[in-house]
């Protein structure tokens, strides 16, 4: 009996490792193959493409493109003179890539960065006016998160 259950933590041990080593080869061979320039290739002039956006609820707020909403997940409050709320986001964006996009649209938008805190679940702290918008952004295996809290602030602070 115990040899049964030797087996399969080895077994699962070696299937593990076959997938990382896979897994490390194929990523392995695409960069070698993107990154070795041929002979006979000509210089390619860079061009910076705009990141495509979307507006939701938030008429201020952009959301890049490869970040889907969770409505499940998100609510959002509306009046004649404010809107406000959460909405949550999930897609395959690397953590410090959506981190610099809002720190670059969120200011084109009118919104003036506070603060942020980079932990395993990254905060970041924007002001417009008498609003405020706090984004949540946290790194799993294969996506990224967002959660976007918009609020309306009080008329003393």
Sequence with gaps: MRDSSL????????????????????????????????????????SVQPVMAFYYDFKDVPVPKEMEIKRDKSFVFQTTEFTAGLLTFSGRVELDSLMSFFRIKLPEDGWHFLSSIKSPKTVMFFQKESRFCIITITSKTFTTDAEILVAQGFQGI
């Design 7 to 46: 087996n399969r933590v080895l077994m699962a041990l070696f299937l593990a490792l076959l997938f990382l080593t896979f897994a490390t080869s194929c990523a392995t061979s695409t960069l070698s193959e993107e990154g070795t320039p041929s002979s006979e290739s000509q210089p390619v002039q860079e």
